[in-house]
Structure formats: structure tokens, C-alpha cells
């Protein structure tokens, strides 16, 4: 009692009683709403035990989330409740649950959560860029005018098919100056999937040897590593450290780097700005930042255009490029499935002619391999971070507005109640018993609903080229003496092959 009563007794001495009831009032209505919540909150998803302070992040490896998330469904069930330090998470898994949620309840879990590590950098409000915009107008409007944009810049027509079947001869060129030594395939095919996105948004490509280029990619690689594991958690979790000094000051400096070099860029477009002539992606943004200029609402100003552009690039290189890289490495490890794909392309495109989209009909195995690639590189296993855009209700679990949700992508590519072989590389989960291609409603690597990948088409088509034209030209294989490469992914935002060393023969 006497311990108890010293706080008391200076609490007294400091505030008057009006201050005093005032506390008490307050603590009354707060411990009210709390209990009034829990009331209402009978249905919430079970969970791992929470911690003060750091909730219940001990229970996850953040190097890889997915692995964790698989387990804890085992204990907890397909809807499992998770808190980052006082951030409520629900995290959705297995293929019936994710298409639940991503398909039928889609408008209900279309928001993003703050970030509030980014919102140091500026991305946030009618500035957050495409990735990380908050479900509204804002989003709406960059959304429809991207995808727009990019069709009529090629995406999904023939300009833009022939740009990529062009950077698939000089992606086929630099393997081949490799003269059959054994070299790391990473970089090259880096470059290659990023001056696709480049001739879209800057309006041109770059030689692989430009230092300007070199860098970005670089520094974009940095960004991504950077970005993955506790410490980015952390940071959004309690945004007051970013005021201390120490090595997290590093995080952003990166992505700040990163904006220097495309206002540069949209600059350079600004000068010579012609609204009759609009080149690319950059171009088409500076027109409709003139013809909403007025409107209070709108999204279209300089600052998101950079974060856009940036959204674009890192969202559009590591991805199609680490897809690449792991189909390569299934090449190697499964000659036989190599064998098949050569002999198909002999048959149907030659070895003269170059691959164009129109084969892929006629090559159910290729698709095939290209689909199986996928699902087991599972490039982005925990997808991108979803908010409840309004309380709603997923499978009879309730989740409340403002409860982030995650969805584990990687629980439905590998989800053992709907694939045959679920951790094996089987081409055959995509092609039926005469051989032909067949889609699989848990094919899910570019998410669903409205948050769906924005250059799903895009991908699809560099994937079918890029991958077509290098196994037309050459045999993969394991360079001599060297250990058979390991499957086991490395985390870094996506998942990706160890580095590995490749022999490109010449067939
Ligand atoms: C194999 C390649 C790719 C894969 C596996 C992939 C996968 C994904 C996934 C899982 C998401 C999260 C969807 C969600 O929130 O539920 C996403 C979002 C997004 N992707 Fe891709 N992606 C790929 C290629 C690309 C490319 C080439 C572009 C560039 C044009 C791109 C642009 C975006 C953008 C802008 C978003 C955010 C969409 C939004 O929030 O509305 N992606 N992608």
C-alpha cells in the first residue's frame, strides 16, 4: 500500500482535480471502446501469444515470413491473427481462403496499409505512387490511366512485342559473347528486362554498359534488399526512430538517390515536352498533369510521377527477371524437361525464325514449363501487404477496418490439397491427359482482385519471349565440376535462386 501510495501522493501534488477526473473520465472511455471492441471482436481469427511492444513478431523469421506463416497455419488454422508491435495483421492462407478473399471479398481488403518509414521520402496522400497508394480516387485514377497508358504503348499490341523480341536478341547476344564459359546469368538478364520497362517510361533503351543504367539497376537492387526483413517493420511500426541517428538512417537514403536520377530523367523530358508528340510513359503523365491542373483532387503531379516511374521499375524488373533466372535454373537441374522444350521449339518456330507471342498457343509444353517456373520460384510469397478497406468478414472470421492483411501466395502455389506435386518442378500440373495446355484457378503469382498485378500481361509476354528465344538458341548446362546449384530461395522482397553459374552452348 505504501508503495502505491507514493505515485499517488506526487500525482496529487502535480495535477488538480479537475485534471484528475479528467484522467479518469478518459481511462473509463477508453477501457469502455476496448471492451465494447473485444465484444464485437468475438469472431476475430485466432493467433500466436503477443509480447508489449513487440507483439507477436518473435513467432516469424522475417527472412522468410512465408515459411513462418505456413507453419503458424498448421497450429492456428487458414485464418491466423498476427500483431506487428500494436499493428493488428491477419494473415489469410491456402488456396480457398486466398480466393475468398482476393476474388469475393475483393473491394473489402483493397487497401494499403500506412508506411510511415516511406512517408519520410514524401509517398503518401495524392503523392504515394501506384504500389503503396491507399484504396480511392487517387489510386483509381493512376491505376486506369497506367494500364491505359502502357497498352498504348505497346502492352498487349505489336510496338511493344517487337521491342521485346528486339531486347531478346540482345539478351541472346551477350549470352553468347560468354563463349560457352561458365558465367553468373543475373545481370545480363537484369538489363534486359529493365530496358523493356525503360523504352516504355524514359522512351528508350539503354546499351548494358551505360553507366547511368548500370546504376540504377544497382541502386534499385539495394532498395529491395534494404527494404526486407525486421528492422523495415520496425521502422513503420514506431516512425519516431527515424528521428535517432544510427545505420537504419541508410534505408532511405537509397530510394532518395533512386528519385534524384529519375527527376533528372523527367526533366530532361520536360524540356523538350511536346503535348502532340508524347513518346512514352513519362510523356503521357506531364499531358495529364496539364489537364488537371485546378483540380484540387487530383493525382497527377510531378512528385507522384517520380514515385510512379519508380514503382513501375522496381516492380517490373526483379520480378520478370527472377523468374527468368529460376526457369533457367529448373533447365539445368532437369535436362530431360530441357530436351522437351528444345524439341517443341524445333517443331514449331525453327531455329531461324525469331519466337513471337502468336507460338505460344501452339507450344503447350513450353507454357507449360514457363507456368511451372512460376508457381515454384514463387517469386512474391507474401504478396504485397492489403488493408480492410471496411470491417468485413472472410470465411466467418471477422476483420475489422484498418486490420492489415496478408496474404500468403505461396500457401496457394504450393498448397497441398489442390497440386499434385506440390514442391516438385511437374510441368504436368499444367497440361492435360492429350498433352494440352491447361489453366489452374490456383495459379496465383500476380495475386487477384482489384490490387492485381498491373503488368500481369507484360510479365507474361517477356517471360514467353525472353525464355523462348534463349532456349531456341542455346543448351544450358551445369558448368564442369561445379555443385549442382540449390533450390533453396534466397528473401529479399522476392524470392530468388541463389547465384549461380550457367553454361550457354550454342545448339
Ligand atoms: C513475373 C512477374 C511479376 C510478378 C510475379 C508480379 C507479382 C505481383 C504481385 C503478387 C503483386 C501484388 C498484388 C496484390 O497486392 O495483391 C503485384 C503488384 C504490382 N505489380 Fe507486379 N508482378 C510481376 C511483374 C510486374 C511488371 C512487369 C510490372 C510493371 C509494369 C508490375 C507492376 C506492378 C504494380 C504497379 C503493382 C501494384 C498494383 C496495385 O497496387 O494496384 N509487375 N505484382
Known amino acids: 500500500m505504501e508503495l502505491l501510495s507514493v505515485p499517488w501522493s506526487l500525482l496529487s501534488s502535480c495535477c488538480n482535480n479537475v485534471t484528475l477526473l479528467g484522467i479518469f473520465l478518459t481511462a473509463f472511455v477508453l477501457l469502455f471502446d ?86 519520410h521520402l514524401g509517398i503518401c496522400g495524392k503523392s504515394a505512387g501506384m504500389i503503396l497508394a491507399r484504396y480511392g480516387r487517387a489510386w483509381k485514377d493512376l491505376r486506369k490511366f497506367s494500364l491505359s497508358t502502357l497498352r498504348n504503348f505497346g502492352m498487349g499490341k505489336k510496338s511493344l512485342e517487337e521491342r521485346i523480341i528486339e531486347e531478346a536478341g540482345f539478351l541472346s547476344s551477350a549470352f553468347e559473347s560468354e563463349e560457352s564459359r561458365p558465367f553468373d546469368p543475373h545481370f545480363i538478364i537484369n538489363n534486359a528486362v529493365s530496358n523493356v520497362i525503360c523504352s516504355i517510361t524514359f522512351g528508350d533503351r539503354f546499351e548494358y554498359t551505360d553507366e547511368k543504367f548500370q546504376k540504377l539497376l544497382h541502386l534499385f537492387e539495394e532498395s529491395m534488399k534494404l527494404a526486407t526483413g525486421f528492422l523495415p517493420q520496425m521502422l513503420n511500426a514506431v516512425p519516431s526512430m527515424m528521428y535517432l541517428p544510427g545505420p537504419h538512417q541508410k534505408i532511405l537514403q537509397i530510394p532518395k538517390q533512386i528519385i534524384r536520377i529519375l527527376k533528372e530523367i523527367v526533366d530532361e523530358h520536360k524540356k523538350i515536352w511536346d503535348p502532340a508528340n508524347k513518346k512514352d510513359f513519362i510523356d503521357a503523365f506531364l499531358g495529364e498533369i496539364e489537364k488537371t491542373k485546378g483540380d484540387q483532387e487530383t493525382t497527377f503531379n510531378e512528385l507522384n510521377l517520380l514515385f510512379t516511374t519508380s514503382d513501375l521499375f522496381s516492380a517490373g524488373t526483379e520480378t520478370t527477371s527472377t523468374t527468368l533466372r529460376w526457369a533457367l535454373l529448373f533447365m539445368l537441374l532437369h535436362p530431360d524437361i530441357q530436351s522437351k522444350v528444345h524439341e517443341e521449339i524445333d517443331q514449331m518456330i525453327g531455329r531461324e525464325r525469331k519466337p513471337v507471342l502468336g507460338d505460344q498457343v501452339n507450344m503447350p509444353f513450353t507454357n507449360a514449363v514457363i507456368h511451372e517456373s512460376q508457381r515454384c520460384g514463387d517469386i512474391v510469397p507474401i504478396g504485397l501487404p492489403h488493408m480492410a478497406y471496411r470491417d468485413t468478414e472472410i470465411l466467418g472470421f471477422f476483420i475489422p477496418k484498418g486490420t492489415v492483411v496478408v496474404t500468403n501466395l505461396s500457401s496457394v502455389l504450393k498448397d497441398e490439397t489442390y497440386w499434385e506435386k506440390p514442391h516438385q518442378f511437374y510441368p504436368e500440373h499444367f497440361l492435360n491427359a492429350e498433352g494440352q495446355f491447361v489453366k489452374r484457378e490456383a495459379f496465383l503469382p500476380f495475386s487477384a482482385g482489384r490490387r492485381v498485378c498491373l503488368g500481369e500481361q507484360l510479365a507474361r509476354m517477356e517471360l514467353f519471349i525472353f525464355f523462348t528465344t534463349l532456349m531456341q538458341r542455346f543448351t544450358f548446362l551445369i558448368p564442369e565440376n561445379q555443385p549442382k546449384p540449390q533450390l533453396d530461395p534466397c528473401f529479399a522482397v522476392t524470392s530468388s535462386p541463389h547465384p549461380y553459374q550457367i553454361c550457354a552452348k550454342l545448339r
Not at 508491435?85 to 481488403?109: H, M, P, Q, T
Open 34 to 119: 476496448f471492451m465494447k471492441r473485444r465484444k464485437t471482436w468475438t469472431r476475430y481469427p485466432p493467433g500466436p501469444s503477443s509480447i508489449p511492444f513487440l507483439g507477436s513478431m518473435l513467432h516469424v523469421d522475417f527472412q522468410q515470413p512465408h515459411v513462418s506463416f505456413t507453419q503458424l497455419s498448421k497450429k492456428f488454422g487458414n485464418i491466423f491473427s498476427f500483431q506487428i508491435c500494436w499493428r493488428n495483421l491477419v494473415v489469410l492462407n491456402g488456396f480457398e481462403v486466398i480466393k475468398e478473399a482476393l476474388i469475393n471479398k475483393s473491394e473489402d481488403i483493397a487497401d494499403r496499409p500506412r508506411l510511415p518509414l516511406y512517408e
